[in-house]
């Protein structure tokens, strides 16, 4: 019996210890902000046509960021890749807002911003703070379009090679051997 709470005990410690707990229940989530990238496209207004163009732009961003988020393999990777590609992706936004007729141009930025709860497919980010590329079409007041640059949940296609790890799975693995 001995041998078996001992047994227990140390998972937990592992476990603990996998998620980052520092003795605060919050640690799980601050964890998990700490992870992503987001991306926030924010369109000029609430008219139709604003909103349309938003996802044209969305597209165009997302065809851009694509081959640049698929060789980061770190968060701090992502974040100094997009800061090194922000006019760039500006540039991407505004060709595309005049391509389709309007001329106000759009801004990049790299900031920490709050964030509801999402979902994505199986994957629920909660409500936080999160380092996210802000991408203002005009002015920036219209509703807007959100996802995460890094990992890249809204940018693999349906046959990219997404893989994701457990690190509680890799500690019980390297235990046992």
Same mark, same amino acid.
């Given at each position: 019996?001995?041998?078996?709470?001992?047994?227990?005990?140390?998972?937990?410690?592992?476990?603990?210890?996998?998620?980052?707990?520092?003795?605060? #229940?919050?640690?799980?989530?601050?964890?998990?902000?700490?992870?992503?990238?987001?991306?926030?496209?924010?369109?000029?207004?609430?008219?139709?046509?604003?909103?349309?163009?938003?996802?044209?732009?969305?597209?165009?961003?997302?065809?851009?960021?694509?081959?640049?988020?698929?060789?980061?393999?770190?968060?701090?990777?992502?974040?100094?890749?997009?800061?090194?590609?922000?006019?760039?992706?500006?540039?991407?936004?505004?060709?595309?807002?005049?391509?389709?007729?309007?001329?106000?141009?759009?801004?990049?930025?790299?900031?920490?911003?709050?964030?509801?709860?999402?979902?994505?497919?199986?994957?629920?980010?909660?409500?936080?703070?999160?380092?996210?590329?802000?991408?203002?079409?005009?002015?920036?007041?219209?509703?807007?379009?959100?996802?995460?640059?890094?990992?890249?949940?809204? #940018?693999?296609?349906?046959?990219?090679?997404?893989?994701?790890?457990?690190?509680?799975?890799?500690?019980?693995?390297?235990?046992?051997?």
């Amino acid at each position: 019996m001995k041998k078996y709470c001992i047994i227990f005990l140390t998972l937990v410690i592992i476990t603990l210890t996998a998620l980052g707990f520092s003795g605060n #229940f919050s640690s799980t989530s601050e964890s998990v902000q700490s992870e992503y990238l987001r991306i926030h496209i924010r369109a000029d207004s609430n008219e139709s046509e604003a909103q349309a163009v938003k996802y044209r732009v969305r597209d165009d961003v997302v065809d851009y960021l694509t081959p640049l988020v698929a060789t980061y393999e770190t968060k701090t990777a992502a974040v100094d890749g997009v800061r090194a590609h922000l006019s760039e992706i500006a540039a991407v936004a505004s060709r595309t807002l005049a391509k389709n007729g309007f001329f106000y141009g759009a801004s990049a930025e790299l900031t920490v911003e709050t964030f509801p709860t999402r979902v994505y497919g199986e994957y629920t980010l909660p409500a936080g703070e999160y380092a996210a590329l802000i991408l203002r079409l005009g002015k920036g007041e219209g509703d807007n379009w959100w996802c995460v640059v890094y990992p890249p949940l809204c #940018f693999a296609g349906e046959n990219a090679n997404v893989v994701y790890r457990s690190k509680i799975a890799e500690i019980i693995k390297k235990w046992k051997n």
